[in-house]
């Protein structure tokens, strides 16, 4: 036995405090515990040689065979009209969107064609098969786009029009005046080459703007 220093012998035991009840509680908690479970790792074995031998005995004393056997056939029955149904779901869901797919090949064609500025948003959503109240408001945009600009090409439209010209042209007016003469005159003639006439102030002589600065 060691040898132990005089003012640890001579004290008197105190009682233990709340940390050292605390700390030998959980210490011989996880002692137990390791213990514990290396025993049932060692008896595990036995235990499941033991459960091997009672397992038909056990389940016969139960008389479930009867319904478990009865319970096999409907769950047989069950699983093969899920996977016949989720068959048919697959390829009636493929077919829905291959047509869907045409559609929006097609309206993409017409968005290049026409011009469309809106491109149609051809994600396929999959909490709502059916897609065309999508379609239908997409076409309605685009319709009510084209009819605004043939409306603004008529006469009714003219005073709406020519608001908008003299903007163009007030606009145009204030940043000619620091534009090369032989440059604009360059953009108007390639301008009039391919067709454009809507030319706006290039359409005027532009030297009487030049002289107003």
């Known amino acids: 036995m060691g040898i132990v220093p005089a003012q640890i012998k001579n004290e008197r035991p105190r009682p ?4 050292d009840k605390e700390y030998w509680r959980d210490k011989t908690k996880r002692l137990i515990n390791s213990k514990r479970s290396d025993l049932e790792a060692v008896f595990e074995s036995d235990i499941q040689k033991m459960k091997d031998k ?4 056990f389940l016969k004393s139960l008389n479930l065979n ?14 093969d009209f899920r996977d016949s149904k989720n068959k048919v779901e697959r390829e009636l869901r493929n077919k829905v969107e291959k047509d869907y797919q045409a559609i929006c090949d097609k309206i993409d064609r017409f968005t290049k ?24 408001k997409y076409l309605s945009e685009q319709c009510y786009d084209e009819c605004k600009k043939m409306f603004n090409r008529t006469k009714k439209a003219q005073s709406l029009n020519e608001l908008e010209d003299t903007q163009e042209l007030l606009n145009d007016a204030l940043h000619i005046n620091n534009s090369d ?19 706006g102030i290039l359409s005027v002589d532009i030297n009487k703007y030049k002289q107003i600065g």
Do not use: C
């Open 16 to 19: 233990m405090n709340k940390e």
């Open 54 to 57: 009672k397992w038909n005995s």
């Open 66 to 79: 009867p319904l478990l056997a009865r319970y096999n056939k409907s769950s047989k029955i069950y699983n």
């Open 113 to 136: 064609i026409r011009q469309w500025e809106d491109n149609f948003d051809v994600s396929f959503d999959d909490g709502e098969v059916n897609q065309s109240d999508k379609v239908i």
């Open 181 to 199: 003469p032989r440059i604009l005159g360059l953009i108007k003639a390639h301008l009039q080459k391919v067709g454009i006439t809507n030319l």
